[in-house]
């Protein structure tokens, strides 16, 4: 397809922002600045950013533990963002749910256990169909999470009443410290689809443009009633399961390799070949990026922890 250089680079600055905030918060985390665990999602941002760029306004999403960067692709305020990192009240969950529970109005967030996001992504495209409403929802899982009951449940309902959900895998090749081939019966997630009737594309998670193309498809074939999609984007998380990890599962050759495939160095490389940006704007861009960053972190740290009056707010019982 032919894009517009505008809209190359607008692609582009979405996916170096969801970089530098991935580095930054790693950064951060081992500062001892951020409380709690973090799963990095380095590596893997065009997956997180080619999924939610095919999005329009009035679309959902559901992210992953490791999809922090999509909630700023989605629209979120990085402020907000930093406060949930860092447990502050002004945060979108008042502090009380750190980076997995980063939500909005079209962000449902995710759920801590694995597998919850298949039925609740699954609900929200339920209740979209009877309000007679034209969005979808797109659900970002893990390859693993795909070995959840709840995957096969909702895979099921989903495809048999064309609800417009879009279930996106970003498989990294682990969960945890397994690899895919000791914990999962099939070589492509996407070769569960077919048991549910759902038409189903393998896609180079790695290449911004293949998944913003794939889920773009995808979209089109929800909201034209037909239902349900399975995309899954192939791709490499470049740390370990969260910070801490010693990774003495994989080799360090194996993770070489997949960085030679880097996600944003790939685009970038692509677009300055094609005259799309310079290496001057690409310096101007990273600054501006930069600054937005830093002011959201003292922001952030700036603000208010959560009272004792807030602990039992916002709880649905
Ligand atoms: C029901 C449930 N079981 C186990 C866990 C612990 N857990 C957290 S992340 C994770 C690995 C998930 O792997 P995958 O879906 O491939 O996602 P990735 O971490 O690779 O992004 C597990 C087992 C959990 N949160 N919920
Ligand atoms: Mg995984």
Redo the contacts with the bound molecule.
């Keep these: 397809m032919n894009y517009s250089g505008g809209f190359l680079q607008n692609m582009y600055v979405n996916l170096l922002k969801a970089r530098m905030l991935e580095e930054k918060i790693v950064e951060l985390y081992h500062q001892g600045r951020v409380p709690g665990s973090v799963?990095s999602g380095v590596g893997?941002e065009a997956t997180f950013v080619g999924g939610c760029l095919a999005l329009n306004e009035d679309d959902y999403m559901m992210t992953?533990?490791?999809a922090v960067c999509a909630n700023w692709t989605k629209g979120i305020e990085i402020n907000k963002i930093f406060c949930d990192l860092f447990g502050k009240k002004e945060g979108t969950n008042c502090g009380k749910g750190a980076a997995i529970r980063i939500c909005s109005e079209k962000v449902l967030g995710m759920s801590?256990?694995?597998?919850?996001v298949f039925v609740i992504a699954t609900g929200a495209a339920l209740s979209l169909k009877l309000l007679n409403k034209k969005s979808v929802v797109l659900a970002f899982?893990?390859?693993?999470?795909?070995n959840?009951g709840t995957f096969h449940e909702s895979l099921n309902i989903a495809s048999l009443w064309k609800l417009p959900v879009i279930f996106l895998c970003?498989?990294?090749?682990?969960?945890?410290s397994i690899n895919?081939k000791d914990s999962t019966s099939v070589e492509n997630i996407a070769d569960r689809g077919v048991a549910y009737n759902i038409p189903t594309k393998i896609v180079d998670g790695n290449s911004i443009l293949a998944v913003y193309e794939a889920t773009k498809e995808a979209v089109n074939h929800a909201k034209s009633g037909n239902g349900p999609y399975l995309i899954e984007a192939k791709t490499y998380?470049f740390r370990g399961?969260m910070e801490g990890d010693q990774r003495s599962y994989r080799t360090r050759e194996e993770e070489s390799q997949w960085m030679e495939k880097c996600p944003l160095r790939r685009f970038e490389n692509k677009l300055l070949e094609q005259g799309v940006i310079t290496d001057t704007w690409i310096v101007t861009e990273k600054n501006k990026i930069e600054k937005e960053i830093e002011n959201a972190i003292s922001f952030a740290e700036n603000s208010i922890d959560p009272g004792k009056e807030d602990l039992f707010k916002d709880i649905y019982a």
């Design positions: 799963h893997e992953t533990h490791r801590g256990t694995q597998g919850g899982f893990g390859d693993n999470t795909s959840r970003d498989n990294n090749q682990y969960g945890i895919i998380r399961h």
